[in-house]
């Protein structure tokens, strides 16, 4: 077999085998193939696209590159959430200890943060003291004792998609429907998840940014989970602005924490609701949708899910009592007001935009090297359809560094879109696939 003859069939149209994906993505692996000859076919994926099979294949070649996780020594169904990433997206910390609160078992492998999107690793680093770093025991005894436990993804998790993915970056073949689903599932189903419910973002802060498109993504990633046995669930949600009020690690924490005190956002509760009534019906705890949320509902009453989130930041060297006194947070040395400069509606919040100046303040990441300040980033005070006046505060800067501020002051002001009525009103949840 030649990875020349595989070009040639791809660039052709031609449907691969499961040997020929395993002979290029392994022998990519290893360092056989160079990646001038892998970048070609990528390139002809790109043009000729995949099927499902084959996409299936190319998943599950990726995941038996390297370790795959054993979690049945964990007691019950293991259910993942993955979102595809967004701006203020700190669902992660308030939903899986309210689903941990139900019995389920959350076992989950979290990344950090880069460009304008957060890192659920970097947000539990907020609170000192707290450790992504388990090793197999602890994790699996935290996920057997207390129902939880996040931990950083391994070094050989699927490492054929670090390589491509890297390739991918650079030759311009990311924005492929079968390279973007394989590339996700493969590291969810490698980290020994039972069921997964992907959280698929969409609109001008997400990867997808039509209702369509997240829609084909969802399917196709609802698809692999499924061949492979997998119980998967693709939720369809808005990230045309921020979701919630807050941009920036222990900012996001902060309001996590106080969603699971009954204070959160309206749309940070809902997705939460949404999320946690799909994975409560993956682990058969029950039946319905209504049903989980009611059972939510009740634990963010009763105090369950506040005292899981306690439980799993202690359990994981973290200063539980920050969640009590969230003012103990890391905190900027400057909060600065955003003032509008007409009146009218917000229409529209360019939520990418808005995560690229919470990186520039310090928020996020330019490149995996580089440094996060916590304590930094941007709290909206208001958001799409509320009504404005002149001189209201539109939005706070937290910066440590007095130097930034007014950029992006400019920018916040350049990206909530103000206008004399509202064009459109957009779902938070447009569609679930299943």
């Known amino acids: 077999m030649r990875i020349y003859d ?65 979690l049945s020594s964990i007691k019950g169904v293991k259910v993942d959430k993955h979102s595809t990433g967004g701006v203020g997206d700190k669902t992660s910390i308030c939903l899986t200890p309210l689903v941990a609160s139900l019995g389920v078992p959350v076992s989950k492998m979290s990344g950090r943060g880069l460009g304008h999107t957060g890192g659920t690793i970097d947000k539990l680093e907020s609170f000192k003291g707290f450790s992504v770093e388990l090793t197999e025991d602890e994790f699996i005894n935290n996920s057997n004792t207390i129902g939880i436990a996040i931990t950083g993804q391994t070094g050989n998790i699927a490492p054929a998609d670090k390589k491509l993915y890297a390739l991918r970056d650079v030759t311009a073949t990311v924005d492929n ?45 609802v698809d692999i989970g499924t061949s492979v046995g997998r119980k998967t669930i693709g939720v369809i949600s808005d990230m045309d602005q921020p979701l919630g009020y807050a941009i920036g690690n222990a900012l996001e924490v902060k309001e ?133 006046n002149e001189g209201d505060i539109l939005a706070y800067i937290h910066s440590n560094d007095k130097s930034n501020i007014e950029k992006a002051k400019n920018s916040i002001i350049d990206n909530i879109i103000i206008s004399k009525e509202l064009n459109e009103k957009l779902p938070l949840i447009y569609d679930v696939v299943q």
């Open 177 to 221: 429907m079968s390279l973007i689903a394989s590339s996700i599932m493969s590291k969810k189903i490698a980290s020994g998840a039972d069921a997964i419910v992907l959280d698929v973002k969409v609109g001008d802060g997400a990867f997808m940014k039509t209702p369509e498109d997240a829609k084909a993504l969802a399917r196709e990633m």
């Open 6 to 70: 595989i070009i040639v069939k791809k660039r052709k149209g031609l449907e691969l085998s499961k040997e020929e994906i395993d002979f290029f993505v392994q022998g990519f692996t290893r360092g056989e193939i160079p990646d001038y000859q892998v970048s070609a076919l990528l390139m002809a994926i790109f043009f000729n696209k995949m099927n499902k099979r084959e996409t299936t294949d190319l998943t599950m070649s990726m995941v038996n590159s390297g370790d795959v996780i054993d």
């Open 256 to 388: 996590a924490i106080e969603l699971l005190k009954g204070n959160g956002p309206e749309d940070l509760l809902e997705l939460t609701l949404t999320l946690g009534s799909y994975m409560l019906i993956c682990s058969n705890k029950v039946k319905t949708f209504e049903e989980g949320k009611t059972l939510l509902l009740e634990n963010i009453r009763n105090g369950k899910g506040i005292e899981k989130l306690k439980e799993f930041v202690k359990a994981q060297g973290g200063d539980e009592s920050l969640v009590d006194n969230t003012d103990n947070l890391p905190k900027a040395k400057y909060i600065e007001e955003v003032r509008a400069t007409k009146s009218g509606v917000v229409t529209k919040i360019n939520a990418e935009a808005f995560g690229l100046i919470a990186m520039e303040l310090g928020a996020g990441r330019e490149t995996k090297e580089s440094d996060i300040d916590l304590a930094v980033g941007i709290v909206l005070n208001k958001k799409r359809e509320d009504k404005v």
